[in-house]
C-alpha cells in the first residue's frame, strides 16, 4: 500500500524508554496505521526509537502585542504594576500590518517549537479597535498549513465603563471569532463584566476564557462566579479562565476544594507562570511569592488544566523565545513537581489537555486523527519536560513543517 509518509521507529508516550517503537503510516493528511515495521511506499523519516508526540497546544497566548518591548515607555522602578499602562500607551500606533509582522515572526518561533495549535486572544479596546483582530484574523488563514489557530476576542482595559467598546466585540464576534473573553480585574465592575461576557458567549454560541483572579488576596477570588455562571448556562467544558494567581496562595485543603469545584462546573485553568512569577509579589521586598497556581494539584481533583507562555517580549513578559516546553519545565521547577509522575502530567498540560479546552476532539495519535506529530530528542514525555528537549521534526497533517538539526560537537583530533 501507498501512503504520503511513514514516521518509523517512533517511542510513544504509553511506553517507555525501554519499549517497542512503532511506525506511525499518514495518507492524505491523517493516520492510516499505527504498528510495528509497516510495509509500503511513499516518503520514509525514521525518529531513531526517539519519543512522537501530538504537536503542542498553546491555549493562552498573546500573539498581538507581542514584541513590542522597544516602543514602550520604559520601566523606571522595577516594582511596578503599571504593565497595562504601558502597553496602553502604544495601541493606538498598531496598524493592521504592524500587528501582521510582529505576530507572524513570534508565530514562527512557536512552530520551530513544536506548537501546532493556539488560541490567542485578541485585544479590541477602543484604542487599537479592530486592527488587530484583522490582523491576526489573516494570519490564521496565512499559516492555517502549520497550525489551528483561534481568536479569542476581549477588552484589556475596561468594558462595563467604557460604553463604545462592546461594539468592537460584538463586531469580532459576528466576523467568526470562536472565544470571547475579558480582563475583569480592569473594569469598574468585574462582577458585571463576567456576567456580559457570559451573555454574549450564549448568544453567539462562543466558548469563554477570561483573566481572572490575578493577585493575592484569596478573600474575592472571582473564580465561583464563573462556575456559578457555568453551570446555569450549561458551558461546561467550554470555559477556561487564565492566571489563577490566587490559587497558589490558598492552603491545600482549600486548593483542592477549589479543584473538585472546578471540576463539577467543567470550568479550566490555564496557568501562565513566566508572566505569573515576573507580575507576583511585587509588594513584597523579601520572601516573595511566587504566585503561580498548582495545576497539579488540581488535576488530581479532577480538574482540567493547561500551561501556556501568554506573552512574548512586551511589559507584562519582557522576555520569552516561543518555547512552552520551557515554560512547562519553568513551571516544574517553581511548583517543586519532580517525579517521573508529575513531568509526565506536565507534558500533559501542554498536550492533550490544552487540545480538551479547544475543543479539539481529533487530537492525539490514533487512527484518523490528522497526523500532527513532533519528534523529541528524548524518549519519554518526562524526559522531554526535564532536559527541556528540542523537538527535531514537525509534522502538520503529515506534511513537513520544520527539521532542527542536531548539533555536532567537534572534538579534537588525536595526532602522534
Known sequence: MAFDLILRNARLA???????????????????AIEPRISGGGESVDARGRFVSPGLVESHFHLDKSRILDRVPPLKDRRATDYMMRTSAVKHTFTVEDVYTRARDTLEQCLLNGVTHMRTHVEVDPNVGLRGFEAIERLAKDYAWAIDLQLCVFLQEGWTNVPEAEANVVAALKRGAQVIGGAPRYDADGPGQIRRIFALAKEFDADVDIHLDGGYTTHDMAIYLVCDLADQIGWGGRVAIGHGNKYSCLPAAELEALGRRLADSGVAVTVLPATDLFTSGRHLEHSVIRGVADANALVAQGANCAIATNNVLNPFTPYGDCSLVRI???YANVVQRGTTEDLSECFALVTSRPARILRKSDYGIALGNPADLIVWNAKTPAEVIATVAQPLLGFKRGQRVFTREMPTLHRPSRSG
Open 14 to 32: 504509553n511506553g517507555d524508554a525501554a519499549s517497542a517503537t512503532v511506525d506511525i503510516a499518514v495518507a492524505d493528511g491523517g493516520i492510516a
Open 328 to 330: 512547562a519545565n519553568l
